[in-house]
């Protein structure tokens, strides 16, 4: 700890930390409050590919989150910077609620695949017609790979299965804009001013927000919500900052010794 700089951000994922679905995790909003009245710029970064970030935004106002639209940085809005950039005509798996954040994107004749999670469209017409489109060599452009999330029901699929048939059937390699690669945790980063030595993230997810923030120089904090399961610490090394009970413990525990 001593080489590290003072706290100055704190990224915060959301469906899973702040909340699972459409009900709040206990005591999440009277501690976003907490952490909001501490000397420290707050983000919010999230891999959902479920719903635009407007969609995403009306789903934590009716939670009572006290957030703004430029506070959250979705790796929606990373693949739509890359589709720019490469400027090219994508074939969007995405669900449909998430295609607003794609609005004025070129579609028709498509020379390149975006996917994320998408269960009505992850069928075998479908996907077979992006299989055909990477073997005519179009990029792949995973919005993330994540193994499996949590809904009210349980764990479910994420896309990460279905990138990863698409990379072993065209023998190819997607680029992945998500959590928990490199350049995500830089760019949500961007506009704070601050070093991710000077930034920790809180998450569920041990390998996508906390070994992928770790990985660029930031703390990470899992909380044992959303789609965590026992002994997941174990699974990236080095190991969590820490590991806690849920969002509001590890805001306890950021108040108290990391400020």
């Given at each position: 700890?001593?080489?590290?700089?003072?706290?100055?951000?704190?990224?915060?994922?959301?469906?899973?930390?702040?909340?699972?679905?459409?009900?709040?995790?206990?005591?999440?909003?009277e501690?976003?409050?907490?952490?909001?009245?501490?000397?420290?710029?707050v983000?919010?970064?999230?891999?959902?590919?479920?719903?635009?970030?407007?969609?995403l935004?009306?789903?934590?106002?009716?939670?009572?989150?006290?957030?703004?639209?430029?506070?959250?940085?979705?790796?929606?809005?990373?693949?739509?910077?890359?589709?720019?950039?490469?400027?090219?005509?994508?074939?969007?798996?995405?669900?449909?609620?998430?295609?607003?954040?794609?609005?004025?994107?070129q579609?028709?004749?498509?020379?390149?695949?975006?996917?994320?999670?998408?269960?009505?469209?992850?069928?075998?017409?479908?996907?077979?017609?992006?299989?055909?489109?990477?073997?005519?060599?179009?990029?792949?452009?995973?919005?993330?790979?994540?193994?499996?999330?949590?809904?009210?029901?349980?764990?479910?699929?994420?896309?990460?299965p279905?990138?990863?048939?698409?990379?072993?059937?065209?023998?190819?390699?997607a680029?992945?804009?998500?959590?928990?690669?490199?350049?995500?945790?830089?760019?949500?980063?961007?506009?704070?001013?601050?070093?991710?030595?000077e930034?920790?993230?809180?998450?569920?997810?041990?390998?996508?927000?906390?070994?992928?923030?770790?990985?660029?120089?930031?703390l990470?904090?899992?909380?044992?919500?959303?789609?965590?399961?026992?002994?997941?610490?174990?699974?990236?090394?080095?190991?969590?900052?820490?590991t806690?009970e849920?969002?509001?413990?590890?805001?306890?525990?950021?108040?108290?010794?990391?400020?």
């Amino acid at each position: 700890m001593a080489a590290r700089r003072a706290l100055k951000a704190v990224l915060v994922d959301l469906n899973g930390t702040l909340h699972v679905e459409d009900a709040a995790v206990p005591g999440a909003q009277e501690a976003l409050k907490r952490l909001r009245g501490a000397s420290v710029m707050v983000r919010f970064v999230t891999n959902t590919t479920k719903e635009s970030k407007q969609d995403l935004l009306d789903r934590l106002k009716k939670l009572e989150f006290d957030i703004s639209e430029d506070e959250i940085f979705t790796s929606l809005t990373a693949a739509r910077n890359l589709v720019e950039q490469k400027q090219v005509r994508p074939m969007l798996l995405v669900d449909d609620r998430a295609l607003p954040d794609f609005k004025g994107i070129q579609t028709s004749d498509p020379n390149a695949v975006v996917i994320g999670l998408a269960p009505e469209h992850f069928h075998y017409q479908i996907l077979n017609q992006a299989f055909r489109l990477l073997l005519d060599g179009a990029p792949l452009i995973a919005i993330h790979k994540a193994r499996y999330y949590k809904r009210k029901d349980g764990l479910a699929l994420g896309p990460g299965p279905f990138v990863t048939a698409l990379e072993y059937a065209t023998d190819t390699k997607a680029t992945v804009v998500g959590k928990p690669e490199k350049t995500f945790f830089l760019e949500a980063l961007r506009g704070t001013g601050c070093e991710p030595e000077e930034a920790v993230m809180i998450g569920d997810d041990c390998r996508d927000d906390v070994g992928g923030a770790q990985n660029v120089g930031m703390l990470g904090i899992l909380v044992k919500t959303g789609k965590y399961r026992a002994a997941d610490e174990e699974k990236i090394n080095p190991p969590p900052y820490l590991t806690c009970e849920s969002f509001p413990h590890a805001v306890d525990h950021i108040l108290q010794h990391l400020l």
